[in-house]
């Protein structure tokens, strides 16, 4: 979906200024084209600029004034020199709005020593946090396709005799055989002590009979991301931390709803987990937004500012991590409504 009309929002809101936007994420979720580029919004007409090697790309995407550069008079209609020479010539405006944190040193640089410049980094971020029908139906899509591979992957580990990295890769490819276009972060598969290393990395360590496993995967559907993450093979002292850690899980998701701080969705579940005797050990914030990238606004922790509205899309992923004996995370990805949210489980929370 073009989003053209929410660029002629933001310079309207600053004085007709021209509106920049960089970054894959941004230019995506504005302009449906994935790759490398940059908008320039000035007097109503919204221009897409790309190097030439995305010309081919960038000439699909209909509704906008592509133009390509190169560094040299390679032929005619190309225009000729870097980002930093063409955008100055294209700029109308005395006021520049940026989204500075998805913006170079050196664009930055060039621009405030030009222009009047407006950060409107939290203007995009607040924009792309809350989603459209189609958006959502994107993201519930690659919901769909994370379950099917978080089966896959349950099945796979109740068969046996399978290494951490072997079961990544059965993963990754169910996940494309089911439609997705990619991961939408490398697959963890983290057995036994492993599983006390939030990001670990899968090894060729063999899963052993009596491993717990935490699978923490998300497809990419048409430009959107999906997170969950189960801990299998529930045994003996496990099952205690397990319990704990869902009992955090399931507080926290009773709390969401719109009109609320992030930062006591964070709380909740942190004030379980320390209720008993855990807290030390739960070392990450609970939670995050969930988009066109994997990790956005909102940030549910416990400093964050953010306040949950309707159709944002977060995540609830409370945890317990010892060193040298197992971790156990258990994560849902849902959206946020006015009353109860709508939770995207991906498959059953407890064997």
Known sequence: MMRVKKLEEL???????CVIISGDPNVYYFTNYKGSGTIIYCDGVATLLVPLLEENRAREISGLDVKIY???????????????DILPKLITKSTVALDINWSTVSIYKLLSSKYNLIDISKDISEMRSIKDDEELEKIKKAGEITSEAMKVSMEKILEGEITEKQLSGIIDYTMKASGAEDYAFPSIVASGKNSSFPHHIPTDKKILENDNVVVDIGA???GYCFDSTRTFNIKGEIRKIYEIVLEAQLEAIDAVTSGVNASEIDKTARKVIEKYGYGRYFVHSTGHGVGI?????????????????KNMVITVEPGIYIKDKFGVRIEDTLIVTNGKPEVLETTYKLL
Not at 11 to 17: D, I
Not at 298 to 307: E, G, H, K, L, R
């Open 70 to 84: 190169y560094p040299s008079n390679i032929a005619n209609g190309i225009l000729v020199g870097s980002l930093s």
């Open 293 to 309: 990238e994997v990790h956005e606004s909102p940030y549910i922790s416990f400093n964050s500012n953010d306040v949950l509205k």
């Open 11 to 17: 310079s309207q809101k600053y004085n007709n200024s």
């Open 220 to 222: 990419k559907f048409d």
